[in-house]
């Protein structure tokens, strides 16, 4: 009775084990988007490009070229960092081709750093870098829109490893929010209180 018992029990556990293990065993392509994902990803997202937006808007053009620090990051280059990735993701891990083409975005750092180490940021200097960043948002508003959920369940690659796109557009926000944070610090430090703390 007690050899019976204890095969029952085994048995039972193996069950149990093997329920647990078989979600993890299920293939990458066959996973589904997380529910209410896309919903989600866009609230997130409209929340923090809003802010990131109003506070280029706010920042004064002579403060553009500000950095906390040498060898650190401006304002501006802060703004077009987050512009670029908003391109670089979406070209990069989901196919999606940039208006501007790689070669372009990928230089926009390294021109505002050089610009305004030899001259103070200009209103046109700001103008041309508010929207820029503008437009990266609208880019991913563009394709984010009409994805489906099949759509944001394919499989891709993103920094080396297989993902679904459901998880670039995750890293996008999660990126954007990391430098949000950046550039509501530079503001503080320059006595801008972002608009939404007013």
Known sequence: MHQVTRSMTFLS???VAGSLWAPLAEPLAAQSTPDGFKAEIQMQFEGSARKAV???EVMPAEKYGWSPGEGVASI???YMHIARYNYMYLEQSMGITSPMGADAYSSWED?????FQSKTASAEDKEWIVGVLSASMDHVRDHLEPMSDSDLAASTRQYGRQVQKWS???QLVAHMNEHLGQSIAYARMNDVVPPWSR
Do not use: K
Not at 111 to 115: G, H, L, P, Q, S
């Open 13 to 15: 556990v193996l069950a």
């Open 76 to 78: 501006a280059r802060v």
């Open 54 to 56: 109003m506070l280029a």
């Open 111 to 115: 021109d505002v750093t050089a610009r």
């Open 168 to 170: 670039v557009m995750l």
